[in-house]
C-alpha cells in the first residue's frame, strides 16, 4: 500500500495529520483505519465513538483526567539525560521515562482515561486484553481506582512468560482470563475479548491497550498517550536546549509510539519506530508488521499486518510479549506510507544486548519492548555522531524477568580496591 500513495497524495496526509484532521469522519487514517466489525458490535462501537465527541475533549472530562494523571499516575515523567550511554554511542542521549509512572509503563496514561470514560457511558463491568501485561496492570489498577471490576484476557504463553504481573493484576483485584486458543498471544487475547463484548455491549466497555483495532480505539487511544510527546517536547527545550535530532520508540501495536510521536510530527525531526525482529526475516520469525507486512484487515481495521499469499493471518514471534502482534495500529500504517517516519526492526539478540548495556551504564532495567528501540538507537548514534537522541522508555523490565533468567547476564568480576 506505501507504494500506491502518490507524492501528492502522502503530502496531502500528512497535512491532515498534522493538523490534527485525522482520522476522518469514517474514521480512516487515508487509506488506513476504519470499522470492520460484526454487526452485533455496531450499536457499541457507535455508542463508544459518540461517547468519545462527547467526553474526550469536554472541559470537566478533561479536568478530571489531568488530575489523575497529575495525583495519581505521577506525570509529568522525568526526562533522564544519559551520561554514560552519550560517552559510549558519541550522541547526546536522552530518555522520556514512562516506566516512571505508576505500574510502571505508558499504560496507564491509556487505562486512566478510558475508565474515567467507562464510568460515565454508564458501564457496568470492564474488559480488557494484554500481552506482556502491562496494559493488564494499568486496567486492573485504574477499574479499582474508578470503582469497576475488571476481567482481563491473556494468552496462556504470555501468561507463562509474564508471571509477576499476572499476580499483580490478581493482587489489584481483577480476574485474568487465561485464552488457550490460536496462538495463546496478544491477537488471541483481543479475539477473545471481543467475543466476550459481543454478549453484553450495553453493560460491558472494552478498554483497548494499544492504539489498533476499528475506530475510534486507534483516535482515543493517542489522544491519551500523546500526553507522552507533549511533555518531552517541552522538556527538551527545558532541559537539553533544543529538541532532538531523532526520536526512537518501540512498535508493536503501537501505543507510546504514537504518544511521542504525534506531539512532534511538525517538528523537523526525524522519527525512528522499532518493531520486533525476532531470529529471522521469514513469517512467524518476527513480529516486523511494517517491515515485512502487507494491507489487510485485522480485529476491525485496515492496516498493514502479516499474512501469507493466501491472507491467512500468521503467528509471530518475539522474545518481548508486548511487541508480538500480528498487525499494527493504522496511523503508523499512513505514517510509513507518508514517509514521515521510518520503521526499522531489532533482533532479540540485538535488544537483549542493549539491555544489558542500559541496566551496566545507567541503572535502568527497561522492559524487553523499550530495549529494541535502544538497540536501533545505539546503531544509528555509531553512524550519527555529536547528534541528540531521545529514546521513549515506555516501561520497567521487572515483569521480563522470568525471561530474562533464561539468557544470563555476563559474568562480571570486580577487583577490590
Known amino acids: 500500500m506505501k507504494s500506491q500513495l502518490g507524492a501528492d497524495e502522502a503530502r496531502f496526509l500528512l497535512e491532515a495529520q498534522i493538523n490534527g484532521e485525522l482520522p476522518d469522519e469514517r474514521g480512516r487514517f487515508g487509506p488506513f483505519g476504519g470499522r470492520y466489525v460484526p454487526e452485533t458490535l455496531v450499536p457499541a462501537f457507535e455508542r463508544l465513538e459518540e461517547g468519545v465527541r462527547r467526553y474526550l475533549h469536554d472541559r470537566e472530562f478533561q479536568h478530571d483526567y489531568r488530575r489523575e494523571l497529575r495525583e495519581w499516575v505521577g506525570r509529568p515523567t522525568a526526562l533522564s539525560h544519559a551520561p554514560q550511554l552519550s560517552e559510549r554511542w558519541g550522541t547526546d542521549v536522552w530518555l522520556k521515562r514512562e516506566d516512571l509512572a505508576h505500574t510502571g509503563a505508558h499504560k496507564i496514561n491509556n487505562a486512566i482515561g478510558q475508565a474515567l470514560l467507562a464510568k460515565r457511558l454508564g458501564a457496568k463491568r470492564v474488559i480488557a486484553e494484554t500481552g506482556a501485561g502491562q496494559h493488564g496492570v494499568a486496567s486492573a489498577a485504574a477499574c479499582a481506582r474508578v470503582g469497576l471490576p475488571c476481567s482481563v484476557y491473556m494468552g496462556a504463553v504470555d501468561i507463562e512468560r509474564q508471571a509477576p504481573n499476572v499476580d499483580r493484576m490478581n493482587r489489584l483485584g481483577a480476574e485474568v482470563v487465561a485464552v488457550e486458543t490460536g496462538d495463546k498471544t496478544l491477537r488471541a487475547a483481543i479475539d477473545e475479548a471481543l467475543r466476550n463484548w459481543v454478549t453484553d455491549p450495553s453493560g460491558i466497555y472494552y478498554l483497548l491497550g494499544s492504539a489498533v483495532g476499528a475506530h475510534p480505539y486507534p483516535y482515543l ?156 538507537a545505539r546503531k544509528w548514534s555509531q553512524e550519527n555522531p555529536g547528534k541528540r537522541v531521545l529514546i521513549g522508555n515506555s516501561g520497567r523490565g521487572d515483569k521480563d524477568m522470568p525471561t530474562l533468567t533464561k539468557y544470563p547476564a555476563r559474568i562480571r568480576t570486580h577487583a577490590r580496591a
Open 221 to 376: 487511544v493517542r489522544e491519551l498517550q500523546s500526553v507522552i510527546g507533549l511533555e518531552a517536547r517541552q522538556q527538551m527545550i527545558s532541559q537539553a536546549g533544543g529538541l532532538p535530532d531523532v526520536v526512537f520508540a518501540c512498535v508493536g501495536g503501537g501505543s507510546n509510539a504514537i504518544g511521542l510521536f504525534y506531539p512532534l510530527l511538525a517538528d523537523d525531526i526525524e522519527l525512528v519506530g522499532v518493531e520486533a525482529g525476532g531470529t529471522g526475516d521469514g513469517l512467524g520469525e518476527n513480529a516486523a508488521t511494517l517491515a515485512t507486512g502487507t494491507p489487510g484487515v485485522l480485529q476491525g481495521s485496515y492496516t498493514m499486518i502479516l499474512q501469507d499469499g493466501d491472507g491467512q493471518v500468521q503467528e509471530t514471534h518475539s522474545i518481548s510479549a508486548g511487541l508480538d502482534y500480528s498487525g499494527v495500529g493504522p496511523e503508523h500504517a499512513l505514517l510509513q506510507a507518508t514517509g514521515r517516519v521510518r520503521y526499522v526492526s531489532a533482533s532479540d539478540d540485538e535488544s537483549l544486548a542493549a539491555l544489558e548495556e542500559l541496566c551496566e551504564t545507567e541503572g535502568i532495567l527497561t522492559a524487553l519492548e523499550t530495549s529494541h528501540a535502544y538497540a536501533a
